[in-house]
């Protein structure tokens, strides 16, 4: 995978989070299905901040452990929707110039500085930038889905959406 490929991807991606972070209840931005869960407002903006955010520290080469578990709460649905137009251009800016000799790197994660673990780039991007993307979204959708919303198309046809049809 190269760095063109993976900006494709990702752009796809774009999409389909872009469409559910804009039907966002703002007025149930505190709702949590669970009293151990997120609230919508603080998935959404995980979900809406994932990509650039963990690119980021792909790029960076490590992270602190105490960064990764960081969920701001956010004042509203517009600073999700601004959050997450930033994360996009942090994303095409990274992939689109000219030095991404970085996603050959390994990438590790600390704890009070001390390696726990590394893995190649590309390992952590596939796992901490796009797939942990998709859990969260996949769960950004449940919310939505308790919430009465209808749910847009992402990988294909919902019980409300069908591009096919």
């Known amino acids: 995978m190269n760095a063109n490929t993976l900006l494709s991807e990702m752009e796809q991606e774009f999409i389909s989070t872009k469409n559910l972070l804009e039907i966002l209840p703002e007025e149930e931005l505190n709702f949590k299905p669970h009293e151990k869960s997120m609230s919508l407002g603080q998935l959404a903006f995980h979900v809406a901040t994932i990509a650039g955010r963990n690119l980021n520290f792909a790029k960076n080469g490590q992270v602190e452990t105490i960064v990764i578990v960081e969920h701001p709460v956010p ?6 929707l601004e959050s997450f137009e930033k994360s996009t251009e ?3 800016s990274l992939l689109t110039e000219e030095g991404t ?3 050959q790197n390994n990438w ?7 390696v726990i673990a590394e893995m190649p780039t590309y390992a952590f991007i596939r796992t901490f930038v796009l797939n942990h993307w998709y859990h ?3 769960q950004l959708s449940t919310y939505l889905r308790i919430l009465g919303k209808e749910l847009p198309s992402i990988y294909g046809p919902t019980a409300d959406v069908n591009p096919f049809a």
């Open 101 to 103: 000799n970085w996603l």
């Open 136 to 138: 969260h979204r996949g």
């Open 75 to 80: 004042n509203s649905k517009s600073e999700i």
């Open 108 to 114: 590790k994660l600390t704890r009070g500085g001390e």
């Open 90 to 92: 942090i994303v095409q």
